[in-house]
């Protein structure tokens, strides 16, 4: 399942919730602001609560990338971090 298909049935996922504040291994759904539901699942990482917290992901060309909260919310994006039940 692509990820675009994935995000668009987020909610509907038994065992995980929507978390209100990033939680060490939550998985967070990355979103450009501005863009409508149809283009709303672009990107996914995972927050890690180590040196003050950040979204490791994957960055074309730069590979895997550990970015804080502030520099992501830079660059627009807009992120749902979600939890195991």
């Not at 990355?30 to 950040?54: C, F």
Request: no cysteine; hydrophobic share 40%; aromatic share 8%.
């Amino acid at each position: 399942m692509g990820v675009a298909r994935l995000m668009a049935r987020r909610d509907k996922h038994k065992g995980w919730r929507r978390s209100t504040s990033p939680k060490h291994g939550a998985v967070v759904f990355m979103t450009r602001k501005g863009h409508g539901p149809e283009r709303s699942a672009i990107h996914a990482g995972v927050y890690l609560a180590l040196d003050g917290g950040g979204i490791l992901h994957t960055d074309d060309p730069h590979g895997v990338v550990f970015e804080s909260l502030a520099e992501l919310a830079a660059r627009n994006w807009v992120l749902s971090f979600y939890v195991p039940d």
